[in-house]
């Protein structure tokens, strides 16, 4: 049933002395669990060689404990200890026919050492490099600790294969790895035989291969991750020192793994980088080496994937936010199921689990880390409880989600919308400058349940509780959203601001609906995500003098985590919009607000002609509030339960409302835990006292 179109995405590829059986290739990328949840880790990786992905690899795995980077939770090969968890891992990627791959990384200058106490080693002396700053330095090594690396690289690739992977990869991209602080500039300033020249900056690489190939490379393939271009200057590694480091070392490695400078480069969120972004970096790359080359773009096409092996750009496909949004993907293009992939929206909730230190999340998934924890299938529910019918109230994310999964499980389900489109909060803000792809997260689910002849859709179907209590379902789900608050409360003021009522006040509601202020614009950004940025780049284009004000230290902060928020900085410089930080607005009068240092409290006039609140939502629960001031009535009804999810229980991202509507239709019907906690947990055992 396969498109013959895609044939090329499925045939097998010689990586060293091991070969992939089609060319989807998981690229190593990190998830919240690490050392810490390693089962929940190694079902994710499972789920995806069930899913079909021919190359799976881990995240980062820190492969000596002089080089670690605390606080963040990444894998660990310290010790013949660490064996076992990685095994389990291995065992799960290569359950369906994948090649198991490991990251090994010594982060050098990136890693501060702050569980280890151990002093940072680094090719040149300098400060430590990480997101925060850290106040120590790492010290240059010599030649004595350089040999002591690279027989640390060979200990951990002879674990690596008693764990039983296939592949490992050396890592030397994003500004991260050891190997890239050798090739850059920036960060070997050597002057003895491994600095200098790009043929002394590569000896390091060269000796490490070398040195893993005598040790296990008669049954494992070697891949070299490497930046194609570190995007900071002459001292950086170019895309054209690149170009040249390949063809002097052409067939250094098994496979060449690029990957564009830094993690934001690489990663970019969909807002500011589209699909297949590096294909300009990556051409004509193939040609210097015989060996297989594979690159990543968030590829969510399979037109586009197999145009890039096709037209020799690529030998593989590499895949990490993508094969997170649907570990199905290979198996649905093979299976000419090509709509039914749940393509990923680029919004980088994935990202933020790393960031925050915490398991990570996927709007277009919910079953991501979750699938050891509660045993979530992406693509198979639990069995259908003993109840029937389920009125699901509220067309948004969590709705949309709570429908389809409760239709996979059997239950017929009545969707109620109160306006004529689905989607909710995504239809509106899918308008919005760059968050188009966003809408994925409607169209994909508005296709899944527009499939089952047991989802029946309401629309102009604004219910109260009387005409619910008078439907007979048996279960209703409330999810009836939130919307912006005009008043300001949020986190600088907790009660309702100071406000001159002749003064225009605007909502993000407002402004997606289509109300436009007059003159000059201040936009209070109390919220911290993306909204305030993005309605300042809507008005700026739009031929508004916009100010956005913030408490912040940073434009649209919390975006750090979702690597975004210098580029979001960048673009409303460049589009002319007066960013201010570190102050807040006390008061809104007329033809002005009066703004406050967060630091020092002093007030400061600005003059404007309108205000737009993007302080906090409230949820919309009145419906939910009335059903349960009349829960006598539901015996009579033939109501069973009565519960309100996502936005409209507590306003959150929008991954947040996709995965309470997951959990909402996979509980439905099942016991509930009681006092016990609703998932497992991995709990490390004591050492002897």
């Known amino acids: 049933m396969r498109d013959p179109r895609y044939d090329i995405l499925f045939e097998p590829l010689r990586i060293g002395p091991v070969t992939a059986p089609n060319r989807f290739y998981q690229v190593p990328h990190c998830n919240g669990g690490g050392y810490r949840d390693p089962s929940a880790a190694a079902e994710m990786r499972g789920i995806k060689a069930e899913g079909g992905w021919g190359v799976i690899f881990t995240e980062q795995c820190e492969m000596h404990h002089t080089s670690e980077i605390t606080p963040f939770i990444e894998l660990r090969l310290w010790e013949d200890k660490d064996i076992p968890g990685l095994a389990r891992m291995a065992g799960k990627m290569k359950s369906h026919g994948a090649l198991a791959g490991i990251q090994l990384a010594y982060s050098g200058v990136n890693g501060p050492n702050f569980y280890t106490r151990e002093v940072p080693r680094a090719v040149s002396p300098m400060p430590i490099r990480t997101f925060t700053n850290e106040p120590l330095h790492a010290r240059g090594m010599d030649k004595s600790e350089i040999a002591d690396l690279r027989r640390w690289f060979v200990t951990a690739a002879k674990r690596s294969k008693q764990a039983g992977f296939d592949l490992i990869c050396l890592y030397g991209a994003h500004g991260f790895g050891i190997f890239q602080h050798f090739l850059s500039r920036a960060t070997n300033q050597r002057d003895d035989e491994y600095g200098g020249s790009l043929e002394n900056r590569s000896r390091f690489a060269r000796e490490v291969v070398a040195d893993i190939r005598d040790a296990v490379g008669d049954t494992m393939g070697l891949t070299l991750r490497v930046s194609l271009d570190e995007t900071i200057g002459e001292l950086g590694f170019s895309n054209a020192e690149l170009r040249d480091f390949i063809e002097m070392n052409a067939e250094l490695p098994d496979l060449w793994d690029l990957a564009h400078g830094t993690w934001h480069d690489c990663s970019g969120p969909s807002r500011f980088t589209d699909e297949a972004a590096q294909e300009t970096l990556v051409r004509g790359i193939k040609a210097l080496t015989t060996r297989p080359v594979v690159g990543v773009g968030r590829f969510t096409s399979p037109d586009v994937m197999a145009r890039m092996i096709r037209s020799g750009t690529l030998d593989a496909i590499g895949c990490a936010r993508p094969s997170i949004a649907d570990p199905f993907l290979p198996r649905k293009i093979g299976e000419g199921r090509v709509e039914d992939i749940r393509e990923c929206i680029g919004c980088n909730i994935c ?319 099942e016991a509930p835990p009681g006092d016990a906690l609703p998932f497992r947990r991995e709990i490390t055992g004591l050492a002897e006292a």
């Open 351 to 669: 990202i933020t689990g790393d960031m925050t230190m915490s398991l990570s999340r996927c709007t277009q998934n919910p079953t991501f880390m979750e699938e050891w924890r509660k045993g979530w299938h992406p693509e198979r529910m639990n069995a259908k409880g003993p109840s029937e019918r389920v009125l699901v109230v509220g067309a948004g994310p969590a709705g949309l989600e709570a429908t389809r999964a409760l239709a996979e499980r059997g239950y017929d389900v009545a969707l109620a919308e109160a306006g004529r489109e689905l989607g909710g909060r995504v239809a509106r803000e899918r308008l919005l400058p760059g968050l188009a792809a966003w809408g994925r997260v409607a169209d994909y689910r508005a296709y899944q349940i527009g499939q089952k002849p047991n989802v029946e859709t309401c629309f102009d179907s604004a219910l109260d509780a009387e005409s619910i209590l008078e439907f007979g379902f048996e279960h209703i789900c409330i999810a009836t959203g939130a919307t912006w608050r005009r008043d300001g409360v949020a986190r600088q003021h907790v009660v309702p601001m100071k406000a001159d009522p002749g003064m225009p006040v605007f909502t993000p509601d407002d402004l997606m609906a289509g109300a436009r202020p007059e003159g000059r614009v201040v936009i209070y950004d109390d919220d911290h995500y993306y909204m305030g940025g993005v309605l300042a780049e809507l008005l700026a284009r739009e031929g508004f003098e916009v100010s956005i004000v913030t408490p912040s230290a940073y434009l649209s902060d919390w975006t750090v985590n979702t690597l975004e928020q210098h580029a979001i900085h960048r673009r409303l410089a460049g589009l002319g919009v007066e960013i201010v930080l570190n102050r807040g607005v006390v008061e809104i009068g007329a033809g002005r607000v009066v703004t406050n240092c967060t630091y020092t409290d002093t007030l400061t006039p600005m003059d404007c002609d309108a205000v737009v609140m993007v302080a906090s939502r409230v949820e919309t629960d009145e419906v939910y509030r009335d059903l349960r001031a009349r829960q006598a009535d539901w015996a009579d009804a033939g109501v069973k339960s009565v519960k309100i999810i996502g936005d409209a229980e507590a306003p959150g991202p929008i991954a947040w409302a996709t995965y309470a509507g997951h959990r909402y239709a996979r509980e439905l019907d």
